[in-house]
């Protein structure tokens, strides 16, 4: 067998917690990017308290929707959150939220593995094409612009993949054939590195 592309999770394989985040600083860096979309649409929620409930609402659907082969769906349950108080959101303007909502990866208590970027710089040298593939709430587009608050370049990749994109997350096999279509590969070519036997090396 010939290595085409080796795949990596994220969380806790390229990144680890390394603290739990200071939910003040966290919630008040993310209310500092909605408070201003609030604000426009003519609202006058308090941001810390509603981002403060839609994550409390996102993680405590995780569970129950992954169990079922689902992706928690971020827009949807803002829409609630926003509905939770008063204010009849647009698909469009609950996808502007959540997308606002995102903040550097630090404020949650990340970093990377003080290995991960000699890893990924050696594979560059190498014929390989390298993937991302994980679960998580935002999409791929998002994940990727916070990539650098992280230290991470974006160069260092040939594909991401999060399950947001496709609304299915691992150990389901679409994350993982987006990815082999994206670096046009076949499964029996490809090595897939994560953390989580359930999640990816069955999923694998």
């Not at 408070?35 to 941001?47: F, V």
């Not at 998002?142 to 990749?157: A, N, Q, Y």
């Not at 150990?171 to 090595?191: G, K, M, N, S």
Request: charged share 25%; proline share 6%.
């Amino acid at each position: 067998m010939a290595v085409r592309a080796v795949l990596f999770d994220f969380g806790d394989t390229l990144i680890f917690q390394a603290h739990d985040p200071d939910e003040d600083a966290l919630y008040g860096a993310m209310a500092e990017h909605v408070t201003p979309l609030l604000r426009q649409w003519g609202s006058e929620l308090d941001a810390f308290t509603l981002l403060h409930e839609l994550y409390g609402a996102v993680e405590e659907a995780q569970h129950e929707r992954r169990a079922r082969g689902l992706e928690v769906d971020g827009p949807f349950v803002t829409r609630g959150a926003l509905a939770e108080h008063g204010f009849d959101a647009t698909p469009e303007q609950a996808q502007a939220l959540w997308n606002a909502s995102a903040v550097g990866l630090p404020l949650w208590g990340w970093q990377l593995f003080p290995d991960t970027l000699d890893t990924l710089h050696k594979l560059r040298d190498m014929p390989v094409a390298v993937g991302l593939v994980s679960n998580g709430y935002y999409t791929a587009d998002i994940r990727v612009r916070l990539l650098h608050t992280i230290g991470l370049p974006t160069d260092l990749f040939d594909a991401f993949v999060l399950s947001a994109d496709l609304m299915r997350p691992k150990p389901r096999p679409e994350p993982f054939q987006r990815a082999f279509d994206l670096l046009d590969v076949r499964a029996a070519d490809c090595v897939f590195v994560g953390d989580a036997f359930d999640v990816d090396i069955v999923g694998a």
